[in-house]
């Protein structure tokens, strides 16, 4: 997808070069792909978990199918796209899940036949592994996530029969203790968990691990501090086997699998919670399940995983500021003059299902946002806020995650201000 808009300058490969043809001038800016192949994991593998501690990215454990359980852990460095192999884990397993805590990576749980509880703490600065004391609840499938330096590990399985667990216990490395806590209101495994602003969030995953078994849309927001939780927007995709990771307060989903023993993902879609809404985005060259996520430096790596029935080492990069669906709306304008004043136009067409079109006019440089509500005044979505140059811009904004019903957009720039109405109709 194309993400241009004209204004004062032409941009041909890199350079920009000044023109002016009867007054009017222009811009032609282009969006990149958001995807770029990496350097390959050594070892292929599946169901691993990745963990970052000073921009390093560590590939830990994993395996290549059934009771087929890697010790085996490789660092990359984002920066110069290359591998280093470490010391082994002490335990080797699939099925975990890791974070990093001051520096120390905890890698927690795994397996299913039985589940593990064991926990082993690793220092990439000297190299090695400590046992640390074993989560309360053996298990696999998990996720784990840190808040405030305390690790919470989520749901999962115990055994062979792959039975979803609500359970929630807490670890504190301080201490190196486990306390139980409030359960997680749907039972799954195969879910991924993510933090933000101190609030853990709980995504898709598996109620069960038998051949043919359905996943789960299903997001629901642990607060540690109340030790409670709270149903939020369901995830577009049913999905388990995914991984998540933050950029800029927005999660991202990427990758997993629709239903047990089917095809991998490449499926990529963003949660932000501040507003509760999912966006998609650009898709994963390689489609995959079993994989694991980090983000370094504003960029996400997806590595690992299934890939089509076979175990692979692929490692592909996101960086979600190339991505030409920012919060799922997609600017198409083309400006060629500039406009006399200030205008926002109806969105068309209207009523609409599930896409629509909003165009709005700037006669200078503005500070612009342009936001969505609810008939009741509750925000929606921010489909602009930032300045833009004089110029006449359009926007598309995908409704398909929200339902029926009347919608406001209102225009802000520079003391102008406006409001008009629209229609989804599904």
């Not at 590990?153 to 486990?178: H, Q, R």
């Not at 209101?185 to 043919?212: K, M, W």
């Not at 998609?280 to 504003?298: E, H, I, N, Q, Y």
């Not at 009741?376 to 019903?405: C, M």
């Amino acid at each position: 997808m194309q993400f241009k808009h004209k204004i004062l300058c032409i941009a041909l490969s890199g350079v920009f070069v000044i023109v002016g043809l009867l007054g009017i001038t222009s811009l032609t800016l282009a969006q990149g792909n958001p995807w770029a192949t990496k350097a390959n994991m050594p070892t292929p593998r599946a169901l691993l978990s990745t963990s970052v501690v000073d921009g390093v990215i560590y590939a830990i454990g994993g395996g290549t199918g059934p009771y087929s359980d890697f010790s085996t852990v490789e660092a990359y460095d984002p920066k110069t796209d290359t591998w280093t192999k470490k010391i082994n884990m002490p335990t080797p397993r699939a099925g975990l899940s890791t974070c990093a805590v001051d520096g120390i990576i905890y890698a927690i749980g795994g397996h299913w036949s039985p589940g593990l509880a064991t926990v082993e703490a690793y220092n990439p600065v000297t190299d090695n592994w400590t046992s640390k004391t074993p989560m309360p609840t053996s298990r696999g499938f998990l996720s784990v996530s840190v808040v405030d330096g305390i690790i919470y590990a989520i749901g999962g399985c115990k055994d062979v029969t792959g039975i979803g667990l609500s359970k929630v216990e807490a670890y504190d490395p301080k201490t190196d203790t486990w306390t139980e806590k409030t359960p997680m209101p749907t039972a799954r495994l195969l879910l991924t968990s993510c933090e933000v602003d101190g609030i853990i969030y709980a995504i898709g995953g598996s109620s069960n691990f038998a051949p043919g078994a359905s996943t789960l849309r299903t997001v629901e927001a642990y607060d540690p501090a109340a030790n409670t939780w709270t149903k939020k927007t369901d995830m577009p995709t049913l999905r388990g086997g995914h991984s998540t990771s933050v950029v800029d307060r927005i999660i991202y989903a990427i990758g997993g699998v629709a239903y047990g023993g089917g095809p991998g993902l490449s499926t990529v879609e963003a949660y932000d919670p501040v507003t509760d809404t999912w966006m998609t985005k650009t898709d994963m060259p390689t489609p995959r399940k079993f994989l694991s996520c980090s983000a370094v430096d504003g960029k996400i790596y997806a590595i690992g995983g299934v890939d089509g029935g076979q175990v692979v080492a692929t490692v592909e990069e996101y960086d979600p500021s190339f991505d030409s669906t920012p919060t799922g709306v997609e600017e198409v304008s083309e400006v060629i003059a500039v406009p006399s004043g200030y205008e926002l136009s109806q969105n068309y067409p209207n009523p609409f299902n599930p896409m629509t079109t909003i165009q709005f006019n700037l006669p200078k440089t503005s500070n612009v946002t342009l936001k969505i509500f609810n008939v009741i005044g509750e925000e929606i979505t921010t489909i602009v806020s930032k300045q833009l140059p004089a110029g006449n811009y359009s926007y598309k904004w995908d409704a398909s995650n929200h339902a029926s019903g009347v919608y406001l957009y209102r225009l802000e720039a520079d003391g102008y201000f406006e409001t008009k109405k629209m229609i989804l109709m599904r």
